[in-house]
């Protein structure tokens, strides 16, 4: 059976555990603990994403943005020791790679990396990466590697002569 009692399921708009099981109808608790009868014509119709077929295992990808002219290797073993340093992250597995450090892409106003690992149990997700998170803010201000703010040039082509700013200083 693709679905079971007590998997963590996606279907359309809807993510959240399988309570229940019955000939015209499956209910899914959400996180907010708000109960979905989705129709089983839906769960034969549409994709399923089902978190626990197999077994409960799952990758988190936490986004890092850092400033221009930050020491990428520097970040990158920090990140590595963050996730090595987490209990439910996978470190030496045959069927799942180790923690990686992707160097994304050179943003407008960052450097964006992400940290890419797998975790023990899928349905602590969000809980582990915001662990992460919090794990990683820490490390990098104690390193002194700064998150950046959004920045923009701003080019004056012509100003109004009556607002002033042509004008010296008062003394």
Same mark, same amino acid.
């Given at each position: 059976?693709?679905?079971?009692?007590?998997?963590?399921?996606? $279907?359309?708009?809807?993510?959240?555990? =399988?309570? #229940?099981? @019955? %000939? &015209?109808?499956?209910?899914?608790?959400?996180?907010? +603990?708000?109960?979905?009868?989705?129709?089983?014509?839906?769960?034969?119709?549409n994709?399923?994403?089902?978190?626990?077929?197999?077994?409960?295992?799952?990758?988190?990808?936490?986004?890092?943005?850092v400033?221009?002219?930050?020491?990428?290797?520097?970040?990158?073993?920090?990140?590595?020791r $963050?996730?090595?340093?987490?209990?439910? =992250?996978? #470190?030496? @597995? %045959? &069927?799942?790679?180790?923690?990686?450090?992707?160097? +994304?892409?050179?943003?407008?106003?960052?450097?964006?990396?992400?940290?890419?690992c797998?975790?023990?149990?899928?349905?602590?997700?969000?809980?582990?990466?915001?662990?992460?998170?919090?794990?990683?803010?820490?490390?990098?201000?104690?390193?002194?590697?700064?998150?950046p703010?959004?920045?923009?040039?701003?080019?004056?082509?012509?100003?109004?002569?009556?607002?002033?700013l042509?004008?010296?200083?008062?003394e």
């Open positions: 059976r693709p679905i079971r009692t007590g998997d963590w399921i996606v $279907v359309g708009g809807t993510e959240g555990y =399988v309570r #229940k099981i @019955s %000939i &015209r109808s499956t209910q899914i608790e959400t996180f907010d +603990r708000a109960d979905v009868i989705v129709p089983n014509s839906e769960l034969i119709s994709q399923v994403t089902n978190w626990m077929l197999n077994d409960q295992w799952g990758r988190v990808t936490v986004p890092i943005g400033a221009y002219g930050t020491d990428v290797e520097q970040l990158r073993e920090l990140l590595l $963050v996730a090595m340093d987490h209990p439910l =992250v996978i #470190k030496d @597995s %045959i &069927r799942v790679g180790p923690p990686k450090v992707l160097f +994304r892409s050179f943003g407008d106003s960052a450097l964006n990396f992400e940290l890419r797998f975790i023990r149990l899928v349905d602590r997700r969000l809980d582990t990466q915001s662990e992460l998170n919090f794990a990683i803010e820490r490390a990098l201000r104690e390193a002194g590697i700064q998150i703010f959004p920045q923009r040039d701003l080019h004056v082509r012509s100003v109004d002569p009556s607002i002033g042509t004008r010296p200083p008062p």
